[in-house]
């Protein structure tokens, strides 16, 4: 019963989270992530001088650009990566009630020395690992995605539409993440930062080489000329590849990917199954004090199991 009471309250703080602020109106929550993503125009890529120092410049832009994503990002900026329209007063609020649920629940059946790590977990592990794992799953959409939409831009060039035209293109018919993501640019080229400018703030926002790749292209554009079409046509095909390296890697480690999952819960499926056939004879595992050390015990060592049979398959192109 134990491990059915933690399973049910792990997904509270997922429920609040995502449904704490449904009753805002669309508006209000585009507002917020407005305010979240404003820049100062001051902090852009200045050009440069030199027509001809390309390497340079893309040097400059490039080490610029992750300066920026190096900075600890806020929980404002983590939750409208993760989609969540939703304020950091209010994610605050849904971890303090993860974390008294949790606590209670530890203290009434496991005691006050586990309550401790209950809140912990509750209140800052809870709430980090479920944000984090929305971050990830919204970026590996907009990586899908953003292949197609550079390629709708490259058809647009081609064709004589101005460069805005076809972000705007792109904004209204790509599906989400990346129509958000490019509203976002079109909003701000509307209220007065240029294209280039644009590009890079959503960069910042989407910390993926994909993106940085996209925002060199063009600020190089922009700043020096040349041929926006070959320039997008490179970076299509480059991204492209790197997305079939990426399913290349993943249908490789797929037998091995396999096998964690059955390692690691294979100790849950055993003993569950004995808990519906004897529920008694696992019962001293909760309820006396050595029982309890030894779940604790084999927690750890599960834990340390499963992160590094995670880190030898999490392949990166």
Partial sequence: ??????????????????????SRSPAASKKRLNSVLRIDASAAVKADADPGGRRKQVAEILK???TKAKNKASIETRLAQAGLAMTKQSF????????????????????????????????FGLPNWTLSYL??????????????AVEVIIRGVK??????????????????????????IVGSIGVGFTIAESVERMAERVPLPETKFFAIVINIQQKAGGN????????????RSRQT????????????????????LMPFIIGGLVYLTAPTYLE????????????????????MGVLTMRAMLNFKP
């Fill in 284 to 303: 001293p595992l909760w309820k006396t004090q050595i029982g309890q050390l030894v779940l604790t015990g084999v927690a750890i060592w599960m834990s």
């Fill in 92 to 123: 605050i609020i849904a971890s303090c009630v993860s974390a008294v649920i949790f606590g209670l629940v530890a203290l009434v059946l496991l005691g006050r020395l586990y309550a401790v790590g209950a809140l912990l977990i509750g209140g």
């Fill in 64 to 66: 610029e650009i992750d």
């Fill in 159 to 184: 064709s004589g539409l101005p460069l805005g035209v076809c972000l705007q293109t792109v904004a209204v018919q790509a599906q989400d993440p990346v129509r958000s993501e490019f509203q976002f």
């Fill in 245 to 264: 390296l990426q399913l290349k890697i993943k249908a490789l480690s797929s037998e091995a990917r396999a096998s964690a999952w059955i390692l690691g």
């Fill in 228 to 239: 926006l079409t070959e320039a997008l046509g490179n970076l299509s095909q480059v991204l």
């Fill in 1 to 22: 019963m134990f491990f059915m009471l933690i399973f049910a309250l792990g997904g509270v703080f997922l429920f609040i989270a995502l449904f704490v602020d449904s």
């Fill in 135 to 148: 971050q990830k799953k919204r970026m590996t959409r907009f990586q899908q995605g953003f292949p197609g």
